[in-house]
């Protein structure tokens, strides 16, 4: 039968204008966390990651803030093309569990021209 | 080009009739691992391995066997598939477990009849 589950939050954004994905962590002892990109029927793809000990990084397009005292965490995308219209997951580790991965379910990023 | 080859793309198969889905890294990674992606449910470890002859329990290991003879091949065995297997698998590799970034493979979508 079909499975049930949650359905993936969506981001609808006009081509060049600026992308905010959101992400809330759950453990505060965390102190690495990390952006991937899946589009479809691909595998997932490293944007950027950061390490508790900073609160923002810039890549190429791309800005990550960390804000630890509310345990969220975000992803910018600056002038969004077509390109970047893919699922983007959050992850987070820490010591404390083994530096296993803890993955969000997702955002839907659609940019429309 | 550093990559994880996955194969095969796409398998239907039976119930009961095992398979294996191998997955290679060219990086030298010691840390590999699979996931399952289903719709809803985000990806989900079912294996991983920290070096050769290290193999450990992810999430979701029930039905799978995983084997780490060499440092870059890690498949992955359904000894008796079932339909609730039906599902996209991923491999990544990384040379540290949690601290450094996941590289993927394209996936193996899986069908189960």
């Known amino acids: 039968g079909e499975s049930v589950g949650l359905h993936l939050p969506t981001l609808s954004v006009q081509e060049g204008d600026n992308s905010i994905i959101n992400c809330a962590y759950s453990?505060?002892?965390?102190?690495?966390f990390i952006w991937y990109k899946q589009e479809s029927g691909k595998g997932p793809q490293f944007i950027i990651d950061i390490r508790s000990n900073m609160d923002k990084r810039q890549g190429q397009r791309v800005t990550v803030l960390l804000n630890k005292t509310v345990k969220h965490l975000s992803l910018q995308i600056a002038a969004t093309q077509p390109g970047d219209s893919a699922v983007y997951f959050c992850a987070e580790n820490n010591a404390g569990n083994n530096r296993k991965l803890i993955w969000g379910l997702g955002t839907s990023l659609a940019v429309n021209p | 080009e550093a990559q994880v080859t996955q194969n095969p793309r796409y398998l239907i198969t039976v119930t009961g009739k095992k398979l294996t889905v191998t997955c290679s890294q060219n990086?030298?990674?010691?840390?590999m691992s699979w996931y399952r992606q289903d719709p809803g449910l985000g990806l989900r470890q079912i294996y991983y391995s920290m070096n050769v002859e290290v193999t450990d329990k992810g999430d979701v290991p029930e039905g799978y066997k995983v084997s780490r003879k060499e440092k870059r091949n890690f498949p992955l065995i359904l000894e008796s598939p079932s339909p609730n297997q039906t599902s996209l698998y991923f491999c990544a590799s990384s040379r540290d477990r949690g601290k450094e970034k996941l590289f993927f493979g394209s996936g193996t979508q899986l069908s189960v009849l």
């Open positions: 453990n505060s002892a965390s102190d690495y």
């Open positions: 990086m030298n990674h010691e840390y």
